[in-house]
Structure formats: C-alpha cells, structure tokens
C-alpha cells in the first residue's frame, strides 16, 4: 500500500515550458487535491476533484489546468510556466466528505527560471 | 472568502516547556479542524482533529480545543520534546460548494531546544 505518491519529486523548468505533474492514490479515496506549498504562506489549494471525471478551482488556479480520468489519478498541468509558480507542490486525497483526513504525496520541487 | 489566520508564526520553547499555537476562521458554517505536523523536507501529517460538536479533544501529549463561538481553536503540546520540532499547521474544513476543502493557516515553526 503505497499510499499517496508524486512524480516527478524535482524539476527545472525555463519560463515558456511546460509539464504536468502525476499524483497517483491506491486508497480508493473520491477526493483529491492539489496544493502549492510556499514559505510563510501554508498550503494553498489550486484545484481539486470530487471524483473521477469531475474538477473544479480552489484558491489559486490560474496558470494550472488539472484532470482526473481515472479515479486513482490526478493530473496537475503547467501550460506556459512562469518563475512565479517555483514552489512545492503537494496531492492530497481523502475517502469522502465524511472521513476528512486528507492524506498527502512526498511533494514536488519545481523551480523556474 | 473563508480565511484561516494562525499565530505565532514562529515559537521557540526549551524542551519539557508547553507550546500553544492559536488559529481563527472567518467561516461560520466551519466544522472540522485538523491540525497536520511538518517536518523538514517531509510531507504534512494528521496529528489531531476536532469537529465542532466537540470542545476539547486529547491524544496524550497534544489536545486541541474549539471555542466556535468566538471561532478560534488552539493547539497545545505538554511536556515538548525534540522531536516535536518542526512546522504545524492548522486548518478548517470550508463548506462553500458542500466540498471537502481545507483551508489552511500559515503555519507556525515550532523549535524545541534540549
């Protein structure tokens, strides 16, 4: 049970680039969630997803497009990335709106220049 | 929109000293408060959390309590050790969209000296 887990754990990306970050759940969890993680700011949510097929926008979701096509996958995507998006990124997921405790990935260091 | 406000944001304690960390939201209808431990380079972590039909709630060394009146809850940890160094954060679930979403504080960094 490998929980919740991330790739890629480190990239560097030049400003214009793009990538799309994999977030994968063997939980069988309905929810999940992507944050960035910057210092002094705590977790913000991007986006996030109730469920396979099915996304919607959290706090900061402009220069992020994400999908969720298979219910143990959560694609977070960076179209045109911009310095402004180095950061930590964080998956989440949790069983339902019931059981609340959001379980998290290893994170992801991206920096851009 | 919701917001969840966290102080300190920096707490330093000598080790055996109790450490209190206080958070405020702004949304009413809140009703779950979970508090996750950071560690350096790792991934956040439940630690303890609280639901609004409760006041008080402890796991040995740490308890957390709900003043939902004046929308405050509180992290305390008794009898602080070194391994308890590290980022906490503090969070309430929002309603808006009846979505499971976590609003989360700043954070405090909480170092504990031998």
């Known amino acids: 049970n490998a929980g919740v887990t991330q790739t890629p754990k480190f990239r560097v990306l030049k400003t214009g680039q793009s990538m799309t970050l994999l977030c994968a759940q063997d939980?069988?969890?309905?929810?999940m969630y992507w944050y960035r993680q910057d210092p002094g700011m705590g977790l913000r949510l991007i986006h996030y997803?109730?469920?396979?097929?099915?996304?919607a926008k959290g706090e900061v979701p402009d220069g992020y497009n994400v999908s969720r096509l298979k219910k143990q996958n959560f694609l977070l995507g960076l179209e045109s990335a911009a310095p402004s998006q180095t950061s930590v990124y964080f998956c989440?997921?949790?069983?339902?709106?019931?059981?609340?405790?959001?379980?998290f990935g290893p994170g992801t260091r991206l920096t851009v220049l | 929109g919701e917001n969840v406000e966290q102080h300190p944001s920096t707490l330093s304690v000598q080790e055996g000293d109790s450490a209190v960390i206080k958070c405020t939201y702004s949304?009413?209808?809140?009703?779950?408060f979970p508090w996750y431990k950071q560690e350096l380079g790792k991934r956040p972590q439940l630690i303890i959390d609280?639901?609004?039909?409760?006041g008080e709630k402890k796991d040995q060394r740490i308890a957390v309590t709900l003043n939902k009146t004046a929308k405050h809850f509180s992290l305390h940890i008794t009898e602080t050790q070194p391994e308890d160094s590290a980022v906490y954060f503090c969070?309430?679930?929002?309603?808006?969209?009846?979505?499971?979403?976590?609003?989360f504080g700043a954070g405090t960094r909480l170092a504990v000296h031998p």
């Open positions: 609280i639901r609004s039909n409760v």
């Open positions: 939980m069988n969890h309905e929810y």
């Open positions: 969070a309430a679930r929002g309603l808006s969209g009846g979505y499971n979403k976590l609003i």
């Open positions: 949304d009413s209808a809140s009703n779950y």
């Open positions: 997803s109730v469920g396979e097929g099915t996304t």
């Open positions: 989440a997921s949790s069983y339902s709106l019931t059981y609340n405790e959001q379980f």
